[in-house]
Structures are given as structure tokens and as C-alpha cells.
């Protein structure tokens, strides 16, 4: 049984008050899918994914908008025991692609998240396996 | 963000595609490797038959037998469109309102119809992360366009590529 820290990773973080084009280009620059946002103790606060961004383009002061702004912060996160197929069912019954993985004492701690891309690279990985 | 308004000023013409036999484990490389959202999936008469994308490989992989799954296995037959003319505001809420990550342009020629343009939310992302109009030059429907011997030769390159980086594995 496959477990989520078997394919979680780093997410690339950034501040509160960074502009969400900045956001933007981060997640374009990185192939990522969200981005976590974090206070000056470097703590998480936040989320802001390609979802969040979709939803400001649309907005008339998109141009003005930060992080803060716009961010998710309810952090559900799962245990990175968690086996793979619960947090895919999680993810998909919320509509979204990013499960933020943390044993409960180090929720404020930890970046690692586990994304739809994740899941892709293990799917194709496992066909390149099958084919050597 | 640069001044583009419409829907055709940020459609990218020319839209990924696969057989309906692709193993889903090759359209997940495909979506990695190329950075898309889905592949639409075209039968023997270039029919559009439906369309494949992240979420139906990521559901996919909740079934026990999804290393046997072919693209039309788990395709969805319908096709998120949008017209062209509509501004970009309008369509980047009804992506968001439809929870979809990209839209065709549908063209039927003689009873078959094909995808002619998409727009897929990393367009609206590259809208807002540009700096200016420069780093949009593929987009829209007016972008200058390879030629299909230059979209041939490009292919055959990256083939070329892919076939040098896994020569030392086998």
C-alpha cells in the first residue's frame, strides 16, 4: 500500500505580501501547483494554488491583490502515513489538486505538499518501469 | 497584466491530441513532459471523441487495474467550450464556476468535429505573471505559427531527445 510521503514534496513558498502575479510566475516557473505562504517566523499561513489564481484573474483589482489576499487558510492536512488513495478521494471529492502532508506537531512547520503532479510522475514512472 | 480582452487573444491554436488506445501512463509522461492539462482524444476520421486530462488520470489511479486503462477507457465525452469573442474575465469565472482547467474552440468540417484552439487556465496564469505583451507571442489566435515542416522537424528533435535520455537505462 502506497503511502503519501512516498511521493510528497517541498512546496515552494512565499510572503504574505507578495503580488499574486509574482505568485504566478512562481508556479509557471516551477511547474508547481501551490505555493505556501508564510509569516516573518516563517510559519505557514497559507496556500494559494492555480485555483486561487484563476478566481482573482477574474477579479477588476486582480492587479492590486497579495498572497494575503487571496490565500486558502483552512490547512487540513493529512499524516504522511496516510495511504495514497485516501488522500486521492480527498482531493477530488473537494475539487482540488494539493494535500498539505504533516504529522500534527509541525503543521506550522511543514511545506510538503502532495499535488495531482506528484501523482502523474508516479503514473508515468510506473509505465517506463513496466516497459524496462 | 498586458492588454489582451478577449478569449481568441489568449487561445493557443493547435491542440494536443492522442489515440484513443494510449496507455494512460504515456498521456500522464505526454501532460508532464509538455506541461498541458489534457489531450483530446481523436478516433480514425479525426473525430473529437472526448478528452483526458489530470483529473481523469489521477481518478484513474483509484481503479485496480489502471495500469491496463487505455485514454477512451476513462476519457470524458464532454468537451468544456468556449466562444472565442467573450472577455477573458467572463471565461476565466466560468472555468472557475464549472471547476474545468481548460477550454476548446470546436470546428466541424464536413460532420467531423475537431478541436482548433484551446485556452487552459496556464494561459490566464501567464497573462498575470507577464511583464508584457512579449511573453505572450504564442498566444492568441493571431500568434505567428511554425510551419508544419517546422512543427515536423521540432517533433522529430524532442523525439530525438527523449530517445538519447532513455538510451542509457536499457
Not at chain 1, 502515513?81 to 494539493?98: D, F, S
Not at chain 1, 500534527?104 to 516497459?131: D, G, Q, W
Not at chain 2, 476520421?45 to 485514454?71: C, F, K, N, P, R
Not at chain 2, 481548460?102 to 507577464?130: C, E, K, Q, T
Request: proline content about 5%; glycine content about 4%.
Amino acid at each position: 500500500m502506497m503511502l503519501v510521503r512516498e511521493l510528497a514534496q517541498p512546496a515552494p513558498t512565499c510572503r504574505t505580501e507578495t503580488p499574486i502575479a509574482d505568485v504566478a510566475r512562481l508556479l509557471l516557473q516551477q511547474r508547481e501547483e501551490a505555493v505556501a505562504i508564510l509569516n516573518e517566523l516563517n510559519e505557514i499561513v497559507g496556500m494559494v494554488s492555480r485555483s486561487e489564481l484563476l478566481r482573482a484573474y477574474a477579479r477588476e483589482d486582480a492587479a492590486q491583490l497579495t498572497a494575503a489576499m487571496i490565500m486558502q487558510t483552512n490547512l487540513t492536512h493529512f499524516d504522511p502515513e496516510t495511504p495514497l488513495n485516501t488522500a486521492i478521494r480527498w482531493m477530488r471529492e473537494r475539487n482540488v489538486r494539493w494535500a498539505l502532508i504533516a504529522s500534527a506537531p509541525e503543521i506550522l512547520s511543514s511545506k510538503t505538499v502532495l499535488t495531482f503532479r506528484h501523482l502523474l510522475r508516479y503514473l508515468a514512472a510506473e509505465h517506463h518501469a513496466v516497459k524496462e | 497584466m498586458s492588454e489582451r480582452q478577449f478569449v481568441r487573444d489568449l487561445m493557443k491554436v493547435g491542440v494536443p491530441k492522442c489515440a484513443p488506445d494510449t496507455p494512460l501512463a504515456e498521456a500522464a509522461q505526454f501532460l508532464l513532459d509538455q506541461d498541458q492539462e489534457s489531450l483530446i482524444i481523436l478516433d480514425q476520421d479525426g473525430h473529437a471523441m472526448g478528452i483526458i486530462g489530470q483529473t481523469e488520470l489521477v481518478e484513474a489511479m483509484l481503479q485496480d487495474d489502471w495500469g491496463s486503462l487505455t485514454a477512451m477507457d476513462v476519457m470524458r465525452q464532454d468537451i468544456p467550450q468556449v466562444p472565442p469573442e467573450i472577455p477573458l474575465t467572463a471565461a476565466a469565472q466560468l472555468m472557475a464556476d464549472h471547476k474545468v482547467r481548460i477550454f476548446h474552440l470546436m470546428h466541424n468540417a464536413a460532420g467531423i468535429i475537431y478541436p482548433a484552439a484551446f485556452l487552459s487556465l496556464d494561459h490566464f496564469l501567464r497573462h498575470l505573471a507577464a511583464r508584457d505583451s512579449s511573453e505572450l507571442d504564442d498566444l492568441g489566435i493571431k500568434a505567428v505559427r511554425m510551419s508544419p515542416i517546422e512543427a515536423f522537424k521540432k517533433r522529430r528533435d524532442e523525439a530525438r531527445q527523449r530517445n538519447m535520455g532513455g538510451g542509457n537505462e536499457k
